[in-house]
């Protein structure tokens, strides 16, 4: 029977508002200390990633360095210019080619795509908290949704995760 894996939906954290592009808009203060507030609520509640995919987009590389930091790990990530701009079924045909033996994951990237990727993932057998809380926070800057998901990676589905935890990561 293959184990259980963990996989964490991010949005990243509060940008600047503006950058020399879309693309190279950093975190705000206040963004950098959501991500570390995640990053410690991550590391508190036992999650610590064995990969992470992260948005190619300055302010989503500054909120998984954030995240590690708060975190206390340290875990090079794999930048994806297709995450940048992906829809949910892309950005979910992102994460079944995540290595096979990487058992909890952390995807960081933007909204509308992560907030409506969680919500498509979870099969409502999950948290009513973390269920109840996604649905009526929506998926705000810095929000971190947990799943666990029960088989390969290559073999995720609509549907497919239970919603195990969700934050929004406020320093």
């Not at 029977?1 to 954290?13: G, K, N």
């Not at 879309?22 to 036992?46: F, I, P, Q």
């Not at 994460?95 to 909890?104: F, I, L, N, S």
Request: hydrophobic share 40%; aromatic share 4%; net charge negative.
């Amino acid at each position: 029977m293959q184990e259980s894996r963990r996989l964490v939906i991010v949005r990243h954290a509060k940008a600047e508002a503006q950058g020399s592009s879309d693309h190279e808009r950093g975190l705000a203060a206040r963004g950098h200390g959501d991500a570390v507030a995640g990053g410690a609520w991550l590391a508190a509640s036992g999650v610590v990633p064995d990969h992470a995919l992260v948005s190619s987009a300055r302010r989503a590389k500054e909120t998984y360095l954030a995240l590690c930091e708060g975190g206390g790990w340290e875990l090079e990530s794999d930048d994806s210019t297709a995450l940048y701009a992906a829809e949910p079924e892309t950005a979910l045909d992102l994460v079944r080619e995540v290595p096979a033996g990487a058992t909890t994951v952390l995807v960081v990237g933007h909204n509308p795509t992560m907030g409506t990727l969680a919500q498509l993932l979870d099969d409502g057998e999950g948290d009513d908290v973390a269920s109840g809380e996604l649905v009526s926070r929506g998926f705000p800057t810095c929000s971190l949704a947990v799943f666990d998901v029960p088989g390969a990676w290559a073999d995720l589905e609509l549907t497919g995760a239970t919603l195990t935890a969700f934050h929004v990561g406020r320093g």
